[in-house]
């Protein structure tokens, strides 16, 4: 299994306050701002597993 290099991790805070740790997609280095807004999207996580199952989830992206 690979994974794509940057791979840029940040904590999230929801509109309820929540904070989690997600993924930031899609962004380069200077887009990637403390305080910046993000939105979730659903992607691919991983598909290499020998049964054939895909699992997908939620990664976040910077909004401008």
């Known amino acids: 299994r690979s994974f794509y290099s940057p791979y840029y991790l940040a904590i999230i805070e929801l509109s309820n306050k929540v904070r989690l ?4 997609v899609d962004a ?3 887009d990637i701002i403390i305080g910046s807004k993000v ?7 991983v598909d290499a597993q020998k ?4 699992s997908y989830g939620y990664k976040f992206k910077v909004t401008k």
């Open 21 to 24: 740790l997600g993924q930031i």
């Open 28 to 30: 380069e280095n200077k």
């Open 39 to 45: 939105k979730k999207v659903f992607r691919k996580i």
């Open 51 to 54: 049964e054939g199952i895909i």
